[in-house]
């Protein structure tokens, strides 16, 4: 069974819409950490976010913004009046104890935001 | 200057050639990792290593063999490369934080390998 399961695989929204990408994991450790990376079309991965699985607490940066819910095991990601720049692929990956802290990474959702 | 390096770039070679994808880091991290990225499929572990003496096998090890010449140093090698080892290579580091626990694993720009 996937660990990360990244059920969109492609998402288009039109420019300033709101768009959420969803990320659900599985992990029976009680220590483990949930990452967002964006992939831009030029190929580099670019970190966003990490969260422990202590700290449920939702985080904003700009229009950013990452939803953690222990009891549903997602974390989703949310950006606000999106922009062209934010097409890219997304990723989001988890790291357990168990696992020696190895990064499993969902197939990733692309996102394409229209002008 | 970045980070992370990887040497080449890009790459074309034929099946049954030796190559070899080169990882510098000045980050000083302990920790190192060699992942491929095929379309649709996220990104996979070939082999990570912990220090210079620590090295591991990771999810897609098989035909991949890799050395630690330093901490800042983790090369990855096709002995005899194959057409389905067509794929992005990405190096990556982290290092412990010293709170305990995991750092953030921090990514080179990625070797595009094309193996005809």
């Known amino acids: 069974a996937q660990k990360v399961t990244q059920a969109q695989t492609e998402i288009s929204v039109v420019e300033k819409e709101d768009v959420t990408l969803d990320c659900v994991y599985e992990t029976r450790d009680t220590t483990y950490y949930l990452f967002w990376y964006k992939q831009p079309p030029s190929g580099e991965l670019v970190f966003l976010i990490r969260r422990n699985s202590f700290d449920e607490q939702n985080e904003i940066s700009g229009r950013y913004s990452w939803n953690f819910q222990k009891s549903t095991s997602s974390f989703n990601f949310t950006i606000t009046a999106s922009q062209v720049v934010d097409s890219a692929v997304y990723f989001c990956?988890?790291?357990?104890?168990?696992?020696?802290?190895?990064?499993?990474f969902g197939k990733g959702t692309k996102l394409s935001v229209i002008p | 200057d970045a980070d992370v390096t990887q040497t080449p770039r890009n790459r074309i070679t034929k099946t049954g050639k030796r190559i070899m994808l080169e990882c510098s880091q000045t980050k000083g991290h302990d920790r190192m990792y060699w992942y491929r990225q095929d379309p649709g499929l996220g990104l996979r572990l070939i082999y990570y290593s912990f220090d210079v003496k620590d090295i591991n096998k990771g999810e897609i090890s098989d035909g991949y063999s890799v050395s630690r010449q330093a901490q800042a140093k983790f090369s990855l090698s096709l002995e005899s490369a194959i057409p389905n080892q067509t794929a992005l290579y990405f190096c990556?580091?982290?290092?412990?934080?010293?709170?305990?626990?995991?750092?953030?694993?921090?990514f080179g720009p990625g070797t595009r390998l094309t193996v005809l």
């Open positions: 990956a988890l790291s357990e104890e168990a696992g020696s802290y190895q990064l499993t």
């Open positions: 990556a580091t982290s290092d412990f934080s010293t709170s305990g626990g995991l750092d953030t694993q921090y």
